[in-house]
T-cell receptor, first 115, second 112 residues
Framework: DTEVTQTPKHLVMGMTNKKSLKCEQH?????MYWYKQKAKKPPELMFV???????INESVPSRFSPECPNSSLLNLHLHALQPEDSALYLC??????????????FGEGSRLTVL | SQQGEEDPQALSIQEGENATMNCSYK?????LQWYRQNSGRGLVHLIL?????REKHSGRLRVTLDTSKKSSSLLITASRAADTASYFC????????????FGTGTQLKVEL
């Protein structure tokens, strides 16, 4: 299984809603990532988990809350979002490598619209 | 910012022609990677070149890396309509941990 699966594919939420994005991989990867991508822009790193511990937070607002329940799952909890948070949210994983990152495997993304 | 700058921003060619896109970055890196993204989809890894490598091939892809100029190029030979996509370079800064930063991207259109 060489896939990263993201659910839901599309999500529409109001600014007062609480929702979650989910990401799953069964490749034994121990690093998992959340990226945010606006239209016609490159992906921007949000969070990195390494061995289920948060290792990088790119100064992301607290209305985004990541969670890594186990080595296969990564969640992104959303609360009190703003319309400008509408974007494609991409999850990725990479094999364990203490020296450098290596190849990232991406999911197809969750398209989020905040009304 | 370490974000790579890519040029051209957009490239339109005919099927069968070669496509070349360039990436420049600012600080020393462990490796540089190239990814492809079809519209609204996830990214697909194409090739990784390490800082001590100068050239790498994979099928119709050829990547070069010049660390003295802090630049890389991706050449796609004998392009096909299916190569139409956005192409991003991504760099891992030396000592940066698991942090891969993407360049601005090149939108490639291959016409029949």
């Amino acid at each position: 299984d060489t896939e990263v699966t993201q659910t839901p594919k599309h999500l529409v939420m109001g600014m007062t809603n609480k929702k979650s994005l989910k990401c799953e991989q069964h490749m034994g990867h121990r690093a998992m990532y959340w990226y945010k991508q606006k239209a016609k822009k490159p992906p921007e790193l949000m969070f990195v988990y390494s061995y289920e511990k948060l290792s990088i937070n790119e100064s992301v607002p607290s209305r985004f809350s990541p969670e890594c329940p186990n080595s296969s799952l990564l969640n992104l909890h959303l609360h009190a979002l703003q319309p400008e948070d509408s974007a494609l949210y991409l999850c990725a994983s990479s094999p364990p490598n203490t020296r450098n990152t290596g190849e990232l495997f991406f999911g197809e993304g969750s398209r989020l619209t905040v009304l | 910012s370490q974000q790579g700058e890519e040029d051209p921003q957009a490239l339109s060619i005919q099927e069968g022609e070669n496509a070349t896109m360039n990436c420049s970055y600012k600080t020393s890196i462990n490796n540089l990677q190239w990814y492809r993204q079809n519209s609204g989809r996830g990214l697909v890894h194409l090739i990784l070149i390490r800082s001590n490598e100068r050239e790498k091939h994979s099928g119709r892809l050829r990547v070069t890396l010049d660390t003295s100029k802090k630049s890389s190029s991706l050449l796609i030979t004998a392009s096909r309509a299916a190569d139409t996509a956005s192409y991003f370079c991504a760099t891992e800064v030396t000592g940066g941990g698991n942090k891969l930063t993407f360049g601005t991207g090149t939108q490639l259109k291959v016409e029949l």
